[in-house]
């Protein structure tokens, strides 16, 4: 029997009270005077003045009391397991199948499981396991493999054990864990508390080498390349760093090939070509080239992106003898181009014109920027492209002329009886439709600078059902106005820095970005392909690292990037993380086996309950014993018969 | 006085430190209590005639009876009633007794004096010895109140005290009753059981009427209450320290055993044994007592 609390068992010196208690108390005696003691002598025995206890069982039973209490809080329980030696009952052989084991060193760690299991008492029984992201039992030694890449996970191989210790009391014998102490798989602090008297053995096998460049991650900086594309490659090495630099090669699935490299330390890599993206999918492999470590499966990384074509921006300039660097479509085309991605580009490939396009030309927004009017021919010609899906903006600025928004086919791109004000009155933005796809994403603090600017109001027109003022000044007059019909919009401002230096306003990037992506349609641009899962290798994906298309989901599985880093550490330190018994320590204190479903404060084999209920049938016992004692009254001598 | 008192209250007697008075009045519940004299008159009382046998006295001839009818015949008188009262008290520390209102000696001794009482209002003799170790004193049987006065002064003065033989007392005053009467021993009885019958059983040889008065403490018979008791042998001073209810009972059994074993010896060798508590009225005692000689 052990005790959790063994320090309370002093408290049991208590029992003294009682015993001085009844040693000294001074019992009230009533005194009677007889003439002969002869009938009670022989019933009363003689008192010595050593043997001044009186009631021995009270005293019996309040010191038993009082020696309960202290082994009941000292807490003690049974041992419910063996030590160790001799070897007895389920005998746990766990082997590292994670990808940072070679093929030689599993070779090696196979053989000295065999020579383990070998070595057993024949009452043994031992139980082969393989560790990787999680436990499987295998039926021999000869299905233990290694998973190149997968990811190891010690501390899933210490909730196994504890969880089968708990469960299967016939685990007495000890654990041998045969892995490569990697570092990096464990974990900051000990998870689950390791069953009290089992010993664990740690077998390792030198890895074959002292150097690991492996490719951790790959990046395509750009998603909207269209044909255009840049990936980044990292390259960690782990171990000692060589001395000549990293030769990579990315190939593409289409069968592109690009090279780079990185220093002998490893770091990033770009590569760029052109080339179109098959079914909006961006995929290929990057790979050391000539690596000749000896972990080979993170010498390459697979790679898909799903890509997204560029929205066409097409800006006519309005005024193309204004200055490139002053006129609206340059300021359009830097906010449209304006990223706030880490290294991705814009969506928008924004080019700037100095007349209309020509019909037929593949562009998802035309902007016409501060025009003087619009003829009818510019209107049909609008209202083509209109047509086959482009979306159209016009900036109206200082250049519009009253005349020249009458054209017969105006109603086609522009609000019927624009009027337009000599001289424009200073008005800020008062109304905001957060509700429109134009501004979607889009919040009041995004327009909080914007709502302040003093804005020139020149255009108004009657309202109409077919256009949905977005944007309002202050007297109802529109702003940004978009039909609701086709993908039209109207801005009434100019957007240059003439007047109001709108463009210099934080909203006016996000603004623009996200009118002429609602006019491009921006849903058309989204990609296609499937769902793209990526995962790593386990014990049950059991395939190679690459990108494995699919109808409904691709798959890309590529190596851990732990694993990829072969620094160890030293068996007391593997255990020390795990929290694992020392080599050479004595079984440590006794602490039950503690699973998931055993309160963190209980320890099997605790028997306190059963000492409460004997306190309890003492208590009654001692009460009884003390109501005996309690005197009556002593009658008269008139009333005695 | 104590004529107004009844008998049925034994405190008022022991209450009355004047034995002159107590025994007046206890002799007055008796008279209450019983029809006729409890001892017979004094004087000799013809009862019938016999025939002369060779050998009787010539002086106790009917001469009218051997006129009338020539036939010798002698009267044959009642036997004498005027017997001494020969009533010996124990005196020793075990009948220093008083637990509450009620006291053994003084219990004893109020016994004495009414008996006294009445056998000198009867014209009979009463002595009276007290008994310790050895007779402590002794007054021979006389009749008279003068000496009846002495009788309670001797009570009066007496305490008990010291522990004592009483069978050696009684064998030693025993010498001192010549004639032949009554001797009514008032002790508890405590003394060596068989001893003391022995030393009785000469008494009764030497053709006295022997009464053995027990006088007992109702503690004596039963144990008070439950709770711890400290215990004093009135002889001997010794100390008992017990709990009532763990001997209670088969105390109260050995002492009921005791007294009828002390019962039976005594009748078995004809004495007479009468036991009274002294929470019983001393009248109503007495009477008892003194109904139950009338009926043998």
């Known amino acids: 029997m052990n005790f959790i609390h063994a320090a309370f068992l002093a408290s049991g010196l208590a029992i003294a009270i009682p015993w001085l208690l009844h040693l000294t108390k001074k019992r009230k005696y009533l005194r009677v005077r007889l003439g002969s003691l002869q009938f009670l002598q022989p019933l009363v025995r003689d008192r010595h003045r050593m043997s001044r206890v009186e009631q021995w069982p009270l005293l019996m039973a309040r010191c038993l009391a009082i020696l309960l209490l202290a082994l009941i809080f000292s807490r003690p329980f049974f041992h419910q397991t063996e030590p160790s030696s001799p070897l007895q009952g389920e005998v746990l052989i766990l082997l590292d199948a994670s990808g940072s084991i070679t093929p030689q060193q599993a070779d090696e760690l196979r053989a000295q499981a065999a020579k383990t299991i070998s070595s057993l008492p024949p009452a043994a029984k031992p139980v082969i396991a393989e560790v990787a992201d999680r436990v499987t039992i295998l039926p021999s030694l000869d299905a233990y493999h290694p998973i190149p890449g997968a990811a190891g996970s010690p501390s899933t191989a210490v909730d196994w054990v504890v969880d089968r210790a708990a469960a299967n009391p016939d685990v007495t014998g000890a654990v041998h864990w045969f892995t490569d102490l990697q570092k990096s798989q464990l974990p900051q602090s000990p998870g689950r508390l390791w069953p009290s008297g089992l010993p664990v053995e740690i077998h390792t096998a030198a890895a074959p080498g002292d150097r690991n460049a492996s490719i951790s991650q790959i ?39 690009v090279q780079s490299s990185t220093p002998a330390a490893g770091g990033t890599a770009v590569f760029k070509w052109k080339g179109e993206a098959s079914k909006g999918l961006l995929s290929g492999d990057v790979a050391i ?34 200055s490139r660097f002053t006129s609206e479509t340059y300021f359009l085309q830097k906010a449209l181009h304006a990223s706030s991605a880490g290294k991705a580009l814009s969506p928008f490939r924004a080019e700037v014109s100095a007349s209309l396009p020509a019909p037929g030309q593949a562009v998802d927004v035309i902007a016409v920027c501060n025009p003087p009017g619009l003829s009818s021919s510019n209107c049909r010609l609008l209202s083509g492209y209109l047509e086959q899906g482009t979306g159209l903006i016009i900036c109206l600025g200082n250049r519009a002329k009253a005349t020249g928004w009458t054209s017969s086919d105006a109603e086609a791109v522009f609000p019927p ?22 501004l979607a994403g889009m919040t009041m ?197 | 006085m104590a004529a107004a008192h009844s008998f049925e209250d034994p405190h008022d007697f022991l209450a009355i430190e004047d034995l002159e008075l107590a025994s007046r009045g206890i002799v007055e519940g008796i008279w209450q209590g019983l029809r006729r004299s409890p001892f017979r008159g004094s004087g000799v009382e013809f009862e019938s005639h016999r025939d002369y046998r060779f050998g009787d006295d010539p002086r106790h001839l009917d001469t009218s009876v051997y006129a009338r009818t020539r036939r010798l015949c002698v009267k044959d008188y009642r036997a004498e009633t005027n017997l001494p009262l020969y009533m010996m008290l124990d005196c020793s520390g075990s009948m220093d007794v008083s637990n509450g209102s009620s006291e053994k000696w003084a219990y004893a001794a109020r016994c004495a004096a009414a008996l006294g009482r009445l056998a000198i209002n009867a014209q009979d003799a009463a002595g009276l010895s007290l008994l310790g170790n050895e007779v402590v004193d002794h007054r021979s049987p006389r009749t008279g ?152």
């Open chain 1, 445 to 641: 603090d995004t327009f909080s600078s914007l709502r302040m600017l003093p804005l020139q109001r020149r255009f108004s027109w009657p309202e109409s059902s077919d256009w949905k003022n977005v944007m309002e000044f202050s007297d109802g007059s529109p702003l940004l106005s978009i039909s609701a019909n086709r993908r039209v919009a109207i801005f009434t401002h100019q957007v240059n820095r003439e007047g109001a230096d709108l463009p210099l306003d934080p909203a006016f990037v996000p603004l623009m970005q996200n009118v002429f992506s609602y006019l491009a349609g921006a849903d058309h641009h989204k990609s296609q392909t499937a769902v793209l899962e990526t995962r790593t290798p386990t014990l049950e994906e059991t395939r190679p690292p690459g990108f494995y298309p699919g109808e409904a989901a691709s798959v890309l599985i590529s190596a851990d990037n732990e694993e990829s880093d072969i620094s160890t550490v030293t068996d007391a330190n593997f255990r020390k993380a795990l929290g694992l018994p020392a080599i050479d320590a004595p079984a440590p204190e006794a602490m039950e086996i503690n699973t998931l479903k055993d309160s963190p404060h209980e320890r099997a084999g605790e028997f306190w309950p059963w000492l409460v209920a004997i306190l309890f049938l003492l208590l009654a016992v001692e009460s009884a014993l003390a109501a005996r004692r309690n005197p009556n009254p002593v009658s008269s001598p008139a009333h005695a018969n």
């Open chain 1, 289 to 322: 080239t000539g690596s000749s470590d000896p972990w080979p499966a993170d010498d390459h990384r697979p790679f898909a992106f799903k890509t997204t074509q560029p929205i066409k921006v097409l800006l006519v300039d309005g005024d193309p003898t204004e």
């Open chain 2, 145 to 296: 109140r003068t000496h009846f006065q002495n009788l309670l002064g001797m009570l009066g003065q007496a305490k008990p005290s010291g522990g004592g033989s009483l069978a050696s007392a009684i064998r030693e005053v025993s010498g001192f009753c010549r004639r032949k009467g009554v001797v009514v021993v008032f002790s508890d009885f405590f003394d060596h059981p068989a001893e003391t019958v022995s030393a009785l059983t000469r008494l009764a040889a030497a053709r006295h009427d022997v009464i053995a008065f027990q006088v007992l403490d109702p503690y004596e018979l039963e144990l008070p209450g439950d709770g711890d008791l400290e215990i004093e042998d009135a002889e001997t001073g010794k100390i008992l320290r017990l709990s009532a209810a763990d001997v209670r009972a088969a105390h109260a059994d050995a002492v009921v055993k005791w007294r009828d074993d002390f019962a039976a010896r005594c009748r078995a060798v004809g004495i007479q044994h009468f036991s009274v508590t002294t929470n019983q009225p001393i009248a109503g005692s007495l009477v008892e007592f003194l109904q139950g000689r009338t009926v043998q």
């Open chain 1, 417 to 438: 009886g624009i009027q337009i004000a000599t001289t424009p009155a200073l008005d800020t933005l008062r109304h905001l439709d957060l509700s429109h796809p134009a």
């Open chain 1, 219 to 257: 990046d395509l900086l750009t998603p909207f390349g269209g044909d255009s594309w840049e990936v980044e490659a990292r390259v960690q090495v782990s171990g000692m760093p060589g001395d000549q630099p990293i030769s990579l090669t990315l190939t593409t699935t289409d069968g592109k090939s």
